[in-house]
Structure formats: structure tokens, C-alpha cells
């Protein structure tokens, strides 16, 4: 019985560093699995984010009831009635930075409202089929550079969503 005693002891004491040693070796896999999960989670939903934002955007300029204002000697605006397409997006896109400048054209004529672009934050352009002085379709596109947990896979996703507006059959 004594000797039984003495080789479960003298095997345990041969397995005491195995344990710590297999540990050391799967767990940087495990966390590398486990964060890599958490950090693609993050970017899939800024990228549902930017999509419903730019949803948002669209549906806001097909119902805007003049989409561009002269705001001063040529420069022609977004009117912002009834609410800013920057406003929509961001109330859409609550957790991802909108860019907050006003959309503007070089015309009433001209087919694209932008803005000044912002570094980090999800730039706006809004084409207008035919002119943004009386459009008959608009494609509201976001742009940003989703930045990842880790700051050196940050991508970049070109969001676009489109809204027709209704016309008046013969």
C-alpha cells in the first residue's frame, strides 16, 4: 500500500510543470481567438451601422422639400428642411462619427452635394439624378475607415444606399 502511495506521488511530482507548460502554449491561441471574434463583431456592426445611416440619408433628401439653397454668392446648400441629411445619418448611425459639415454644391445644377471631407469620420456625398436642383433619384453614399480594435487593421467600407423619388405617371 505504502509503495502504491509513494508512485502516485512520484508521478505527480514528475507532471507538476506539464500542466503550466500546455497552458503557456494554447492560451495566446485561445485569446487571439477569442478577441480576433470580438474585434470582427465590432467592424460587422459598424458596417450594418453605416448601411442603416446611409439608408436614413437617402430616405431624408428624397423627401426634402427643396434640396438645395443658396446659402451666399455660389454656394449652393442643402436646405435642411425638414431635417439635415447629416442629422439623418447620424441619428441612424449613432456610434460610428458623422461627418457634421453642411452639404454643398457648386451650382443648383450641379449633380453632387458634398461636403469637406473629415479625416476619421463617415463622409457624406449625395448624387442627384439629373440635378440637385430637381433630382429624379438620389444616391446617398457613405465613406469611412472603420478602424478596428487594433489600431492597424483599421478597413475601409464604401456604404451605398439609394432612394427614388416618386414622379407623377401620365
Request: glycine letters at 8%; aromatic letters at 6%; a negative charge.
Amino acid at each position: 500500500m505504502t509503495k502504491m502511495r509513494e508512485s502516485l506521488r512520484s508521478s505527480r511530482r514528475s507532471e507538476t510543470g506539464a500542466t503550466l507548460v500546455e497552458f503557456a502554449l494554447v492560451a495566446p491561441l485561445v485569446f487571439l481567438l477569442i478577441f480576433g471574434l470580438i474585434a470582427g463583431s465590432y467592424l460587422a456592426f459598424q458596417n450594418a451601422s453605416l448601411h442603416d445611416g446611409a439608408t436614413a440619408g437617402s430616405r431624408m433628401a428624397s423627401i426634402e422639400s427643396n434640396l438645395v439653397v443658396q446659402d451666399a454668392p455660389n454656394e449652393y446648400c442643402e436646405s435642411g428642411t425638414p431635417t439635415p441629411i447629416e442629422k439623418a445619418v447620424s441619428g441612424a448611425a449613432p456610434l460610428v462619427a458623422i461627418n457634421p459639415n453642411a452639404l454643398c454644391a457648386t451650382s443648383s445644377t450641379a449633380p453632387q452635394l458634398t461636403q469637406t471631407p473629415v479625416a476619421g469620420d463617415a463622409n457624406i456625398i449625395v448624387t442627384c439624378g439629373g440635378n440637385c436642383g430637381t433630382p429624379t433619384s438620389i444616391t446617398v453614399t457613405l465613406t469611412y475607415k472603420a478602424q478596428g480594435i487594433a489600431a492597424p487593421f483599421g478597413l475601409t467600407y464604401n456604404m451605398t444606399a439609394t432612394s427614388q423619388d416618386p414622379t407623377e405617371s401620365p
